[in-house]
């Protein structure tokens, strides 16, 4: 099992990993222990000192809206490529950096950064556990359409559905996204430690980010939206304010406009490496939930020194429809 710490706001990210670093690099394979106060059935184990086999791991067991970012982030989590001087204790936290680096949620969508509501129970007289789950949803609601009717006719009025879209959360199928890097103590000499771990403070929460643009975008084109036009989206009631682009790789339908703004199929829009493709549409209407929790394991594998770093992070999509959505052909 890894000996793992809470990240609280007290800690700057940047400071739990290095903190992390050096608790894994003093870590040692075995430790000692003696027979006394130990049953005398269990004492086949041999001679004091006993050396029992230890875990080299060591991590962080983090909330995203519990850690704080250093000046690589400004108000709103924009990233500051040359941060100049801050007032003191101004900072950001790692949920609202996350958002504000999401390619999905600059054009509208919701980026949900949320805890995991389910909760363990004991049952029974054995102390079994079960995972008891707090029922949610992500819901959009459309406008009702009304109906012309004549009021002195007898015709019974049309009976129609609610115009509602749902998708439920499900943390248990959410998608588990991690990274692993291993960096030599030469490297991290290279580099200065104070950097790296700004560096790996700040290349971890843009990765996140970039998560949850993914799940949500693969998410969308897995229910094969439609080929976009005007008519389509006047059809599903939406204002043209509403509608954005996201052009991926491919640039398909993306333009420079004579003011400088970047459109997608002439809608103002943004970039993505996470798909191929062009999407436009209605954002707020799907929504990539993100789980507050992430864990940062970190473990010794040479004797020179090298660390490899694992994160681990869960993702969960929420696409009730995809009839705002559009593909750009």
Known sequence: MTD???TTSSNSFAESLRSTWAEAER?????????????????HLGPDPQMIPANLQRGIFASMADVTLGRSFGD??????????????????????????????????????????????????????????????????????FETVDIDSEAA?????????????????????????????????????????????????????????????????????????????????????????VAGTAGTGATIAADGTLRVAGLPGELTGDMAGSLVGAWNRVAVAVRDDFDVIMQRTNVDGSM????????????????TLWAVA
Do not use: M
Request: charged share 25%; aromatic share 6%.
């Open 157 to 245: 009025v049309t009976v129609s559905d609610l115009p509602t879209s749902t998708a439920r959360f499900e943390w248990e199928d959410a998608v588990a996204k991690s990274y692993c890097v291993e960096v030599s103590r030469r490297r991290l000499r290279e580099i200065g430690e104070a950097h790296f771990f700004d560096q790996l403070e700040v290349a971890l929460t843009l990765g996140l980010a970039r998560c949850a643009d993914s799940v949500l975008l693969s998410a969308i084109n897995a229910a094969t939206p439609e080929s976009f036009t005007l008519a389509r989206a006047a059809t599903a009631g939406l204002k043209f304010d509403e509608l954005r682009g």
């Open 4 to 6: 793992r710490t809470r």
């Open 76 to 145: 709103g989590g924009n990233l500051v490529r040359a941060p100049g001087a801050e007032p003191a204790g101004k900072s950001t936290t790692l949920d609202r950096a996350v958002i504000g680096q999401s390619r999905v949620a600059a054009v509208g969508a919701n980026v949900l950064v949320l805890r995991d509501t389910r909760k363990a129970r004991a049952v029974g007289p054995t102390g079994n556990v079960v995972a008891e789950k707090s029922p949610a949803e992500f819901r959009t609601t459309e406008a009702a359409r």
């Open 308 to 323: 490899r770093i694992t994160v681990w992070s869960h993702f969960l999509p929420l696409v009730p429809s995809v009839n």
């Open 27 to 43: 870590a040692q394979p075995y430790r000692e222990r003696h027979s006394s106060g130990i049953p005398a059935e269990y004492r």
